[in-house]
């Protein structure tokens, strides 16, 4: 089995040579990372580097152990004394214990590593003759400390270090972290960035992390060191000076607190800015029950802080105890401190109440008032005398209070207010208070005006007098008999009086009375009502013959005149294009002449009085004479003639004669000159029936209008060819029930041909066309599936051999009614507490719907009118209700419709605060609400257009919005609010937010012409001005041979380009350029983004030639600089090879430790 070794990266080279163990010294600073340094260890040993929280770096080797050798003894990590470990020897025992702590790292999973500052427990105690004395000294008080004095100061230090260390590693773990707490995120950067380093190397050593795991101490110990640390902790807190008082004023104290007086070489990781202190405050004695007053939270003020408790009660003893809390560790109060609150003025006195009154005098009384340390010596009360301005006087000076004030005026208001005196000055005064003096009855008012009538009411006013304070109003109806009778009773001026008849007079009298009773009637005034409108005239009529182009029109005075004669009458008539006035006058007959024949007019008439005008009456149509339409076109043939059949079409006549034509009549002539109608209708075609195959026909037409038949046409001959069946009788329809009924018919003549089948077809809307219903050789058929309450129309037609016969004449049938139809196509919208309900009206089935059903869960069936809408109130908010329609008529009730659930919803949000989060010259960043959106609120955010009105930018459950495309230094009004299930909440107030000035864009590189020894020209690319603003241009350059670091700027003004002069020969420049624009508001300029470097180098100086004859010059050149490139190669490559020696170096020396530390 291994045997453990721990030693030391270095060891010391101070005073103590001659020890032989190693010593642990601090290899990290406090600025920067540890840095792991190189060893040699033997062949087949393991080495593994930790680093703790201290920045103490250790080396742990793992070496193989002979069976039988003893065991090397190993010195205890940093801040411990020496340990030693038993000899191993056969047989071989366990490998010694050793204590640990585990810290709660985040991570699962993570290995817990071995603390050097805690003491392991060993199986054996070390001999004597093993101790290391170097670590004993670097812990001692001094060379000159006696051996007891040095083991006790030893043993002080090493509790003192194994207190400090527990303590950091606690606060480091969050034991003494009841809950989220500002100090305990500011933690120490340097802590923190040991801890990660810690974490990195440990993780690294998983081998000896591993091996150390096991090696942990009891559950029940680590709390016992939790609860002692807490104590200790307490303890220190404990410690805080007693509260500070000052300034002590009646109703106010200043309270200075200072930090507790904690051992800040032990606890330095605590920040006096983490301390909260709480005041206890007690006002019954210093053991009474003290309350708490004020509490200061961390990271308020400093160390010390001052706290002014107000609202003091004045003249009173307070004691005062203050505690200290780090986080949820609280100290023992302080004593308590006593402090007495001075002495002031009374508080302001109540005011006063009403003891008795008569005509002259007013008797008061009030109570006492707080004294608040000195004794009441006087109270003041004062009066207006009646003046009502405001103006007091004072009227009583004493200790009474009771006061009685005489030689008053009679039914006079006058105001009081009272104050009181101390020895420390005078209080605030009460509440104004009002009473009246007794008085006598009013006298005869003046009688009452009328200030405004109507046709059914009189609105009565009067005057009110400073002795009045009620009104009685009495009005008498000469008609019914009854006299006067009250109308009105109380202290208001006017009064409505209402279901007065129309046009009459009525009779009104006032009196007025106080409190002590009523006086005279006024005297009796008559006012009359204003008459009605009257009513519409009886619907004018037309009188006598009509003809062509005139007619007389007659009417009758309106039955209801509105209580007044009426005075004339108005007559309009419209021919088709509006109503025009024909007629103003009183008398009630006018002829209405330069019409158009066969025309139709409206006719309408009101009528006016002094009630104003009435409506109109119902209107009256007169139509004038028409003649006969002209002659038709002659008849022309449709399709091929049949045997017993052939198809005429013909068109209406050029002339209508004035009328509608109405009807047109078809005659045929038969060979033997004789005629007959064959048709009379409206059509333009009819089907000519009853032929004999073969023979020829004269066709003729005329049309009739209702003035008389038209001129017959010109005749068109046609021969008839061969027969089909004569057209059916009409069919019976029996109806069986409201959905089906049974079409019967007669067979028809075949004209020589047996009839093969029949067809029916029937019509269910008169504006659709017939349809084939049945087809087949029976002459009955039973139709089902028919709607109730329904027209329906059928005709049959027969078919054999040489076609298909005419129809029959149609017949038509209504079905039977029945109850309603299920209400289908439900909608509804749901608000928190309503919800309303739209239906489409079910098929009444021939009987009109009279009212509809509701039902609603387990409420009663809710009844309303035959509407199509409805709104159920009175709902809870996010409820669900299932909800059935049901359609009532005369026949009955109907099915109800499918339940349909609906959740009412909840109340919609308020609207957050809008705030501007970011401004750029074209755009706004908008912030709103605490970024939190559990509920997930939608949020619809506006902005005004130049129009005034809002239109909305963004809708979404996020809390910002970047709003884009906007013009520079231009105000924008926003406005939002906030929806969800329950609908859209209020608007916002309106917010404005302005943009920024926008710079100027960026320039390309300029460019070098003209180059010289000391000069070139620079020119650029120039930009357009912006706005108003004018574009100047900033030149500048940078002489790169010269290592300046800086630009230098050679021009400033608004051309684009520019001559460099002074320019060294033979020389590398780098120059770039900008633009500016410059503001005329005087809002500042705005320099935009520099152009790209443009490096150029001007020319060198030309050689001197000399003649050469004979004689040689003798070249000597001169060094050449080095760049800085290559001065910094040269730097690296010095510092590469200064950390090969020094790495060497440090081998060497790690090398000769490992060989002595294995010899001993």
């Known amino acids: 089995m291994p045997s453990v070794t721990v030693i030391d990266s270095v060891t010391k080279s101070s005073h103590d040579q001659g020890a032989t163990c190693p010593a642990t010294v601090r290899m990290v600073s406090n600025n920067g990372p540890p840095l792991p340094m190189p060893m040699q260890v033997p062949p087949g040993h393991m080495v593994q580097q930790i680093v703790d929280e201290h920045g103490i770096l250790t080396h742990v080797i793992l070496s193989p152990q002979p069976p039988g050798m003893p065991g090397s003894p190993m010195t205890g990590g940093p801040n411990n004394g020496a340990q030693y470990y038993p000899p191993y020897g056969p047989p071989y025992p366990s490998p010694p214990q050793y204590s640990t702590h585990h810290h709660p790292h985040p991570g699962a999973g993570t290995p817990p590593h071995m603390h050097p500052g805690v003491h392991h427990a060993h199986i054996h105690p070390p001999p004597p003759s093993h101790n290391c004395n170097n670590h004993a000294s670097a812990h001692s008080a001094g060379p000159s400390s006696s051996p007891a004095s040095h083991h006790l100061d030893e043993r002080t230090v090493r509790q003192r270090d194994k207190m400090k260390a527990k303590y950091d590693r606690r606060v480091?773990?969050?034991?003494?972290?009841?809950?989220?707490?500002?100090?305990?995120?500011?933690?120490?950067?340097?802590?923190?960035?040991?801890?990660?380093?810690?974490?990195?190397?440990?993780?690294?050593?998983?081998?000896?992390?591993?091996?150390?795991?096991?090696?942990?101490?009891?559950?029940?110990?680590?709390?016992?060191?939790?609860?002692?640390?807490?104590?200790?902790?307490?303890?220190?807190?404990?410690?805080?000076?007693?509260?500070?008082?000052?300034?002590?004023?009646?109703?106010?104290?200043?309270?200075?607190?200072?930090?507790?007086?904690?051992?800040?070489?032990?606890?330095?990781?605590?920040?006096?800015?983490?301390?909260?202190?709480?005041?206890?405050?007690?006002?019954?004695?210093?053991?009474?029950?003290?309350?708490?007053?004020?509490?200061?939270?961390?990271?308020?003020?400093?160390?010390?802080?001052?706290?002014?408790?107000?609202?003091?009660?004045?003249?009173?003893?307070?004691?005062?105890?203050?505690?200290?809390?780090?986080?949820?560790?609280?100290?023992?109060p302080t004593d308590p401190v006593s402090f007495k609150t001075l002495c002031c003025e009374p508080d302001p006195p109540q005011s006063p109440r009403l003891s008795q009154k008569t005509k002259t005098s007013i008797t008061l009384k009030w109570n006492s008032t707080a004294e608040n340390g000195a004794r009441i010596q006087t109270y003041t009360l004062e009066c207006d005398q009646g003046q009502g301005e405001g103006h007091f006087v004072e009227v009583y000076e004493g200790l009474s209070r009771q006061f009685r004030l005489s030689k008053l005026q009679a039914s006079t208001r006058y105001l009081f207010r009272l104050a009181a005196v101390n020895s420390m000055g005078k209080s605030g005064y009460s509440e104004t208070s009002s009473f009246y003096t007794s008085g006598s009855v009013p006298s005869q008012p003046d009688p009452p005006m009328l200030s405004e009538a109507f046709v059914n009411a009189l609105t009565i006013s009067w005057i009110k007098r400073p002795n009045d304070d009620d009104f009685t109003l009495h009005m008498e109806d000469e008609c019914t008999g009854h006299g006067f009778i009250t109308v009105y009773n109380g202290p208001n001026l006017s009064h409505i009086v209402k279901t007065l008849r129309r046009n009459s007079e009525y009779r009104f009298k006032l009196a007025a009375r106080n409190e002590e009773g009523q006086g005279k009637w006024s005297d009796v005034v008559c006012y009359k009502t204003l008459p009605d409108r009257p009513g519409p005239p009886v619907k004018p009529q037309s009188k006598g013959k009509v003809y062509a182009q005139s007619f007389r029109v007659t009417w009758d005075p309106p039955k209801d005149d509105g209580g007044s004669e009426v005075t004339s009458y108005t007559v309009e008539m419209d021919d088709g294009g509006g109503y025009d006035i024909v007629y103003n006058g009183p008398d009630r007959e006018y002829v209405c002449e330069r019409l158009t024949p066969g025309?139709?007019?409206?006719?309408?008439?009101?009528?006016?009085?002094?009630?104003?005008?009435?409506?109109?009456?119902?209107?009256?149509?007169?139509?004038?004479?028409?003649?006969?339409?002209?002659?038709?076109?002659?008849?022309?043939?449709?399709?091929?003639?049949?045997?017993?059949?052939?198809?005429?079409r013909w068109n209406y006549p050029e002339k209508d004669g004035g009328a509608q034509v109405t009807d047109f009549t078809a005659q045929m002539s038969f060979p033997d000159n004789t005629s007959r109608e064959v048709y009379r209708g409206r059509d333009l075609d009819c089907i000519v029936a009853g032929l004999s195959p073969g023979r020829p026909y004269l066709f003729q037409v005329r049309a009739h209008n209702k003035a008389g038949a038209g001129p017959w046409s010109d005749p068109l001959e046609v021969v008839s060819g061969a027969g089909v069946p004569d057209a059916p009788k009409a069919p019976v329809v029996t109806c069986k029930s409201p959905h089906s009924a049974i079409i019967s018919w007669e067979e028809p003549v075949n004209n020589g041909a047996t009839i093969s089948?029949?067809?029916?077809?029937?019509?269910?809307?008169?504006?659709?066309?017939?349809?084939?219903?049945?087809?087949?050789?029976?002459?009955?058929?039973?139709?089902?599936?028919?709607?109730?309450?329904?027209?329906?129309?059928?005709?049959?037609?027969?078919?054999?051999?040489?076609?298909?016969?005419?129809?029959?004449?149609?017949?038509?049938?209504?079905?039977?009614?029945?109850?309603?139809?299920?209400?289908?196509?439900?909608?509804?919208?749901?608000?928190?507490?309503?919800?309303?309900?739209?239906?489409?009206?079910?098929?009444?089935?021939?009987?009109?719907?009279?009212?509809?059903?509701?039902?609603?869960?387990?409420?009663?069936?809710?009844?309303?009118?035959?509407?199509?809408?409805?709104?159920?109130?009175?709902?809870?908010?996010?409820?669900?209700?299932?909800?059935?329609?049901?359609?009532?008529?005369?026949?009955?009730?109907?099915?109800?419709?499918?339940?349909?659930?609906?959740?009412?919803?909840?109340?919609?949000?308020?609207?957050?605060?809008?705030?501007?989060?970011?401004?750029?010259?074209?755009?706004?960043?908008?912030?709103?609400?605490?970024?939190?959106?559990?509920d997930m609120v939608k949020y619809t955010l506006e902005m005004e257009k130049e129009d005034g009105s809002f239109v909305a930018i963004h809708t979404g459950p996020a809390h910002t919005h970047k709003v884009n495309k906007l013009s520079e230094l231009t105000s924008y009004e926003f406005r939002i609010f906030a929806s969800n299930d329950a609908g859209d909440g209020p608007y916002s107030d309106t917010f404005t937010f302005t943009t920024t000035k926008a710079p100027p864009p960026a320039l390309k590189a300029p460019r070098v012409s003209e180059t010289g020894l000391s000069h070139c020209v620079l020119e650029w690319t120039g930009i357009k001005p912006i706005g108003s603003d004018c574009i100047h241009y900033l030149l500048q350059i940078q002489a790169l041979a010269a290592k300046e670091v800086e630009y230098k700027e050679v021009y400033r003004g608004p051309n684009t380009s520019y001559r460099l002069t002074n320019l060294s020969p033979r020389t590398e420049y780098q120059a770039r350029v900008c633009a500016v624009r410059q503001s005329t508001s005087r809002s500042g300029d705005i320099t935009g983004a520099f152009s790209p470097g443009t490096v150029f180098n001007t020319l060198s100086p030309a050689p001197q030639r000399t003649l050469i004859t004979k004689t040689v010059e003798t070249k000597i050149s001169e060094p050449k600089q080095l760049t800085d490139q290559q001065w910094a190669m040269i730097i690296l490559f010095g510092f590469v090879l200064f950390a090969v020696l020094v790495a060497f170096i440090a081998q060497q020396i790690i090398s000769y430790t490992s060989h002595t530390s294995s010899r001993q």
């Open 599 to 648: 025309h139709s007019y409206r006719v309408r008439a009101k009528c006016r009085s002094a009630g104003g005008v009435s409506d109109y009456s119902e209107c009256c149509t007169v139509t004038t004479q028409a003649v006969a339409p002209g002659q038709c076109q002659p008849p022309k043939l449709q399709g091929k003639p049949k045997a017993s059949s052939l198809h005429l």
């Open 172 to 332: 480091q773990d969050g034991y003494y972290q009841s809950g989220p707490a500002p100090s305990r995120r500011t933690k120490s950067k340097r802590t923190s960035a040991r801890n990660e380093r810690n974490k990195e190397i440990t993780a690294s050593n998983k081998g000896v992390s591993q091996t150390m795991a096991t090696l942990s101490t009891s559950p029940t110990q680590n709390g016992d060191d939790i609860e002692e640390e807490r104590r200790e902790l307490q303890q220190q807190l404990t410690s805080m000076p007693a509260p500070k008082i000052s300034d002590v004023e009646a109703r106010s104290a200043l309270i200075q607190l200072d930090s507790p007086d904690y051992d800040q070489s032990v606890y330095d990781l605590i920040n006096p800015a983490d301390f909260c202190y709480e005041l206890l405050l007690s006002e019954k004695g210093r053991d009474g029950k003290y309350k708490p007053v004020y509490t200061k939270y961390p990271g308020k003020l400093g160390d010390a802080t001052e706290i002014t408790l107000k609202d003091l009660k004045p003249a009173t003893e307070y004691f005062l105890k203050a505690s200290t809390l780090l986080d949820d560790i609280r100290g023992s």
């Open 757 to 934: 089948e029949y067809k029916l077809e029937w019509l269910q809307r008169a504006d659709f066309d017939y349809i084939q219903l049945y087809l087949g050789s029976s002459q009955s058929y039973e139709v089902r599936g028919l709607i109730p309450a329904s027209q329906y129309s059928f005709r049959v037609q027969a078919i054999n051999s040489a076609g298909s016969g005419p129809f029959s004449s149609p017949v038509t049938c209504v079905t039977p009614s029945s109850s309603p139809a299920p209400v289908v196509s439900i909608r509804y919208s749901a608000a928190a507490t309503t919800i309303a309900l739209t239906w489409k009206e079910p098929n009444c089935n021939g009987s009109e719907i009279i009212a509809y059903n509701i039902d609603v869960g387990e409420k009663n069936l809710t009844v309303v009118s035959s509407i199509t809408e409805h709104t159920l109130e009175g709902l809870s908010p996010e409820t669900t209700y299932k909800i059935r329609i049901q359609a009532v008529n005369d026949i009955g009730v109907g099915a109800f419709s499918a339940p349909i659930k609906v959740t009412t919803r909840a109340l919609p949000p308020n609207p957050p605060r809008l705030e501007c989060i970011s401004t750029l010259p074209n755009s706004l960043k908008l912030r709103w609400g605490d970024g939190r959106n559990q």
